[in-house]
């Protein structure tokens, strides 16, 4: 896919999440992502998935190639929105 992203999704564990991230890998994103609590059953899909899974919100985890990051309603935004201006500070498109 030429219009390909890396993306990184932040509360990749929850349903919903864990379920967009295997959609997008599946259109041909390279997908990962982070969440507090990275365990059973999710944590199985996604690397059934070929997701790759981080523990924990760290702005180390969002890295300058991203062309995209998601925010569950779950991850507080204490936890996250430090980490996403650390790595970037303007909004893209």
Do not use: W
Not at 22 to 43: C, E, F, I, T
């Amino acid at each position: 896919m030429s219009d390909a992203k890396r993306i990184h999704l932040i509360g990749i564990c929850g349903t919903a999440m864990a379920t967009l991230a295997a959609l997008l890998k599946q259109r041909g994103h390279d997908v990962r992502g982070s969440d507090q609590n990275v365990y059973p059953p999710m944590s199985d899909f996604l690397a059934a998935e070929g997701i790759r899974t981080l523990s924990g919100y760290s702005a180390d985890n969002l890295t300058p190639e991203l062309r995209a990051e998601t925010r569950a309603a779950a991850a507080t935004r204490a936890c996250t929105s430090a980490s996403v201006s650390s790595v970037h500070p303007t909004p893209r498109q």
